[in-house]
Nanobody, 118 residues
Framework: QVQLVESGGGLVQPGGSLRLSCAAS????????MGWYRQAPGKERELVARITRGMFIKYADSVKGRFTISRDSAKNTVSLQMNSLKPEDTAVYYC????????????WGQGTQVTVSS
């Protein structure tokens, strides 16, 4: 079991920045991958960025060069630095954790709203 608590969402103008953080209830060394997904109204949930315990990182094409995911294993946190935000980044952002053994299991935070608007 993994509990995840997100923080850092809010309202920002286009071109602005926000930083999301997610705290896990167990050691990050025991979590195989952590990441961020988002869901906009009327759309499916989509991957934003993901980082594995081996530090392999994947970004959605739409955020490459603007968003940076990082993981602090000492603090059991994963963060998402979002720069050059666009209105189309508006969504509820969810923190995710994956455990691969014995079978792949996904855990989710409660979500945090990010709104990009002037």
């Amino acid at each position: 079991q993994v509990q995840l608590v997100e923080s850092g969402g809010g309202l920002v103008q286009p071109g602005g920045s926000l930083r999301l953080s997610c705290a896990a209830s167990r050691s990050a060394f025991s979590i195989d991958a952590m990441g961020w997904y988002r869901q906009a109204p009327g759309k499916e949930r989509e991957l934003v960025a993901r980082i594995t315990r081996g530090m392999f990182i994947k970004y959605a094409d739409s955020v490459k060069g603007r968003f940076t995911i990082s993981r602090d294993s000492a603090k059991n946190t994963v963060s998402l630095q979002m720069n050059s935000l666009k209105p189309e980044d508006t969504a509820v952002y969810y923190c995710n954790a994956e455990l691969w053994v014995p079978t792949t299991t996904y855990y989710w935070g409660q979500g945090t709203q990010v709104t990009v608007s002037s």
